[in-house]
């Protein structure tokens, strides 16, 4: 292989042998950094001078060998004993005992080679240049032996003037133990130094030309120059990595720079090729990292930090290092897999010590911990509790995980050990329920032992919940108030199991520690603790309803308090305060900025109970579709997991909210879906039964939704949780009396709802719509346009657009026309923008019904040439659904919807769905059907008066 960038280093060389040849002799000294090239160089100009008629006698100087005296120029010498030039005693005096290959004698001096032998030694050599030109090179001469260096400082002091020209290669760090030797070869006139420098990216361009093309060469040589720092041996390696795999045809695909194993084993191969001290120092090295400093590893090392500080300089020249850093990810992973087990174990035990004593963040500690796997005083398992509560906080959930894991195998303290597991189980909690439940058994030991706080045994109580083991977990929160505690454990403890009241009520009865004004107006002051004023805001809400102080400190709390493990519960609780107290659109705000943050932080659990909530959220605010698609997002990631009670709600939304869009098919798939048997123990029951109750009104099963709204209720007044925004039973009742013409019981129930304390806006003015259907005709207008103003302060579009409807049959049948056609094209605005397709049909109906309207189509328009089935098309197309959406409703494929739609094009003269007409109708207006079923062109009644097109 040529030569790269030591052409000006060879032609000197060169020169030093045609002066040599001339009968002046010459000594050059090649020195440059490890696998610098400096062998290569003395290799190939042996080749040329023994081709140019020199005897060439070459030895290589190893550290193992050191102690062998006269090793080298026994080398050197054994090479000429057998030809004519060798003098006859060379041999002879070889083989000598005593003369050659004895080995240095520990802690004694070496003594100098004897006279007569260094004379014959050098007769030899000298002898032979009388007739023919002579070259010595010796290679890493920085290991020769004490006697070969004096026998050849003799031969140097008489070459002058014979034709001997002596080379020898040297590291650029020169040993203290060569100074006498280097000095006095110095002094020489005849010597030469030659310093071989790393390649330039030039040189580095010029040995990937060797290998690959221009295209190539152009986009590997700033990489692998930054790699190598210009060392061949390194630049050879990446080479042969590169080569090593198969690479796109593409030149510009191909052109990607591969770091392997090769690259790897060069760097070793650098690192053995000096003394011991080079391999110590880059293990300390790759070992500290970042943290790494002359001082430091030094003190790892037990050397100084001006040896440390030559070492790094070595590792620099020799491009291995950068800045008190290894240049390449890739050399620093091949220096700690080189390392031994046990000594890698105990290197990383005393850097711990180190950055410890030098006050590192605990992170840094930690991971040198983890590494040795062991954490053998208490101090190391501080620092691992430290670093794992850090890297919660960063979303490091594997690091949390690790720290903790060897944390609670060493610590020796029980107390500590618990303190341990809970923040275990609550980094486990992120990334699957399942995988926290492997740590209940010890958070109930810990319990047990009593060292388990109060505020972590709530931690343990929600796992238990969680896992639908509510009786397990009434029994630990009934044992903590029992015990003896401060006196905000024991309202922590209290506010905890008056919520668990609510959600979990047959687990969780009245108690005689729980007083009922443990929640105060709601309001605690901002200096408690933000979890304790968030429970307290929403039993506020609970209890006594909207309260301004409950909801104002849910808002503050929401916008103040930092998302982490030990917040979720408190940012939950807050949202859920200002959703029960009817204030959607600002609970809606504020979680899309949590879930927002969730997301971003990886935390899959976190943002599924957000989804969860927000999916809550949106069906309250009359969104459907949103509503839907957060609910499937929360069910498809609990599925995944060990769910426990938590499916209950997504599912139920999921239900309320496919029943809202008409898709009925949906909705029955969803009830068929398998339920926690602790459901109906706990307020997840009530509201699967009311989203149950109005799959089973849309479908026309009045007399079994009715079952179901009075079991819901049954089941919350027995509890003493009857609140309206957990479950409004009473409103599914009332839609089930109206629908069986029981106008009389339909208002009581609607009146029994409007008395509840906790009747927010929403909930009163569903009531008062309820109210106003079951009351004579003149008493309607009222008290619906009261309705209309509560339901738009509330937000509920969907609710808003049924009252809206409502509102137009009874101003139409006073007369007042034009109040009536507002009302009612309002009504199919927002129902179309709540993507309720069954709906929207009804009130286009309802207004065909009544004489027409303006943008309902007429059959005139082209729209009696569609077929049945190009009407169902069409119609949910111009509701703004996708050709995907519409076929998995309608159970045929895209392709088919597609074929209508163009044949609807045709027959309407549009050219896109964007023209299709407002409100168009599912089919031609029947002039009635009577009986219990609701279809399309009943009256504008209930919102969940409603059936598909296929059930009609």
């Not at 030591?6 to 045609?18: S, Y």
């Not at 808002?555 to 030990?566: G, K, P, V």
């Amino acid at each position: 292989m040529d030569l790269v960038e030591r052409h000006r280093e060879l032609d000197t060389l060169q020169e030093l042998f045609a002066r040599c040849r001339r009968g002046h002799g010459q000594i050059a000294l090649l020195t440059g950094s490890v696998a610098s090239g400096k062998t290569e160089l003395l290799n190939t100009f042996a080749d040329t001078a023994s081709a140019n008629g020199a005897v060439v006698l070459t030895a290589t100087a190893s550290r193992a060998e050191q102690p062998l005296q006269l090793g080298v120029m026994d080398q050197l010498l054994r090479q000429v004993t057998s030809t004519a030039e060798a003098p006859r005693n060379v041999q002879r005096l070889l083989e000598e005992p005593g003369t050659a290959g004895q080995p240095e004698t520990d802690g004694e001096p070496i003594p100098p080679p004897d006279p007569q032998v260094m004379r014959a030694l050098s007769g030899a050599v000298l002898g032979i240049a009388a007739d023919r030109p002579v070259v010595l090179g010796v290679d890493d001469v920085q290991f020769a032996d004490s006697q070969s260096l004096q026998t050849l400082l003799y031969i140097q002091r008489r070459m002058r003037s014979a034709p001997v020209l002596m080379i020898l290669t040297e590291w650029s760090q020169a040993r203290p133990g060569q100074l006498p030797f280097h000095t006095e070869v110095a002094r020489l006139p005849y010597f030469s130094r030659l310093r071989l420098a790393p390649l330039s990216p030039d040189g580095v361009a010029e040995l990937l030309a060797q290998h690959f093309d221009p295209p190539t060469v152009r986009q590997l040589t700033p990489a692998y120059y930054q790699t190598s720092g210009g060392n061949p041996l390194l630049v050879h390696a990446l080479i042969e990595d590169y080569l090593s795999i198969e690479h796109p045809a593409s030149p510009g695909a191909r052109a990607a720079p591969v770091v392997g194993e090769s690259f790897g084993q060069a760097v070793l191969a650098c690192l053995h090729r000096w003394e011991f001290a080079l391999c110590r120092v880059a293990r300390g090295l790759a070992l500290l990292g970042d943290a790494a400093s002359p001082h430091r590893l030094g003190r790892l090392l037990g050397m100084t930090a001006d040896s440390a500080t030559q070492v790094l300089d070595v590792l620099t020249t020799a491009g291995l290092a950068e800045s008190g850093t290894f240049r390449h990810p890739r050399a620093r992973a091949a220096v700690l897999r080189a390392l031994p087990p046990s000594e890698r174990s105990a290197l990383h035990v005393r850097a711990a010590e180190l950055l410890y004593q030098d006050g590192e963040s605990p992170t840094t500690v930690a991971g040198h911990l983890i590494a040795a796997d062991r954490a053998d005083d208490r101090w190391a398992v501080n620092v691992l509790r430290g670093a794992a509560e850090l890297a919660l906080e960063d979303d490091e959930e594997p690091l949390a995980a690790a720290c903790l894991e060897l944390a609670q195998r060493e610590c020796t303290d029980e107390r500590d050990r618990a303190v341990i597991t809970e923040l275990l189980a609550r980094a486990e909690w992120r990334s699957g329920p399942a995988n926290a439940d492997l740590r209940i058994n010890g958070l109930r030991t810990a319990l047990r032992d009593g060292h388990l706080s109060a505020h972590d045994s709530l931690t343990l109580v929600k796992y238990l919940l969680w896992h639908s083991r509510a009786g397990e977990a009434a029994d630990v929160l009934r044992t903590q108030l029992s015990s003896q505690g401060t006196r905000s454990d024991r309202t922590d403890l209290q506010l905890a199991y008056l919520l668990l009241s609510f959600s979990h009520p047959p687990h969780f009865p009245s108690h005689p520690d729980v007083p009922s004004d443990v929640v105060g107006d709601g309001a605690l002051h901002p200096a408690e603790e933000p979890w304790r004023r968030a429970a307290a805001a929403l039993g506020v809400v609970l209890t006594r309803g909207p309260v301004d102080s409950a909801v104002g400190a849910a808002e503050h709390i929401l916008q103040t308090c930092a998302m982490t493990d030990r917040t979720l519960e408190t940012l939950l609780s807050a949202l859920l305060a200002l959703m029960y107290a009817d204030h959607s659109h600002r609970a809606a705000l504020l979680c899309d900025s949590l879930l927002e943050e969730a997301g971003g932080r990886r935390a899959t659990v976190w943002r599924t109970q957000f989804r969860t909530l927000r999916s809550d959220i949106a069906m309250r605010l009359g969104d459907p579709l949103l509503a839907a698609e957060h609910a499937r997002a929360a069910l498809d990631a609990l599925s995944a997991t060990n769910c426990g009670i938590g499916i209950a709600t997504p599912l139920s939304t999921a239900i309320l909210a496919t029943t809202a869009m008409g898709d009925l098919g949906e909705a029955a798939a969803l009830l068929k879906r398998p339920v926690p048997e602790d459901l109906f123990r706990t307020w997840f029951g009530p509201a699967y039964l009311y989203a149950r109750g109005q799959y089973f009104l849309a479908a026309g099963r009045t007399a079994t939704a009715l079952r179901d709204f009075h079991q819901c209720g049954a089941l919350m007044s027995g509890w003493a949780i009857d609140h309206p925004s957990i479950a409004p039973w009473r409103s599914g009742v009332a839609q089930a009396q109206l629908l069986s013409g029981r106008a009389d019981e339909a208002r009581k129930s609607a009146e029994d709802q409007l008395a509840l304390p906790g009747a927010g806006l929403r909930t009163r003015g569903v009531s008062l719509r309820l109210l106003a259907e079951s009351s004579s005709p003149e008493r309607r207008v009222p008290r619906l346009e009261e309705a209309t103003e509560m339901l738009s302060e509330a937000g509920d579009r969907l609710e808003l657009a049924v009252t809206l409807g409502a509102l137009a049959e009874a101003s139409r049948a006073r007369g007042a026309f034009t109040q009536a056609g507002a009302a009612l094209e309002q009504a199919m605005e927002l129902a179309r923008g709540c993507h309720a397709a069954v709906l929207q049909q009804q009130l286009v109906s309802s207004a065909r019904h009544a004489g027409g309207h303006d943008s309902v189509p007429r059959e005139s328009d082209g729209l009696a040439s569609l077929s049945r089935a190009e009407r169902r098309v069409a119609s949910l197309a111009g509701l703004g659904h996708t050709n995907r959406t519409i076929s998995r409703k309608l159970g045929i494929t895209v392709s088919t919807v597609e074929q209508h739609l163009t044949r609807v094009y045709r027959k309407l003269n549009v050219q896109s769905r964007a023209e299709l007409p407002t409100g168009l109708p599912l089919r031609p207006v029947p002039t009635g059907v009577p009986g219990e079923r609701a279809c399309a062109h009943g009256p504008v009644n209930s919102l969940h008066q409603r059936t598909p097109a296929s059930n009609c």
